[in-house]
Nanobody, 114 residues
Framework: QLQASGGGLVQPGGSLRLSCAAS????????MGWYRQAPGKERDMVAS???????DYADSVKGRFSISRADLKNVAYLQMNALKAEDTAVYYC??????????WGKGTQVTVSS
């Protein structure tokens, strides 16, 4: 029910903007988050934002990534700047609702390489 987009191939130092949109209406979205999973590694939280705009970031992306949301459209964004090779991963979005139901997107590949 979630579709992540905006991934691609970018050179080190470049930027990408990811989007995550719900295909239908999801009520009570409490938190939106972005996660990533590199080959052979666990899926880790990258950034999250609550319904009142409180954000949280992994230490590795602080100062480079920025998460935002458009509530009326149930859309989450992840602006990624100063990308590094170690940012290469599949990026997933997650919407957590007040009823305890979590929705995950299928993921979008981000590759940082020269």
């Amino acid at each position: 029910q979630l579709q992540a987009s905006g991934g691609g191939l970018v050179q080190p130092g470049g930027s990408l903007r990811l989007s995550c949109a719900a295909s239908g209406t999801i009520f009570g979205v409490r938190q939106m988050g972005w996660y990533r999973q590199a080959p052979g590694k666990e899926r880790d939280m990258v950034a999250s934002i609550t319904s009142v705009g409180v954000t949280d970031y992994a230490d590795s992306v602080k100062g480079r990534f920025s998460i935002s949301r458009a509530d009326l459209k149930n859309v989450a964004y992840l602006q990624m700047n100063a990308l590094k090779a170690e940012d290469t991963a599949v990026y997933y979005c997650r919407f957590s609702t007040s009823t305890g139901v979590d929705y995950w997107g299928k993921g979008t590949q981000v590759t940082v390489s020269s």
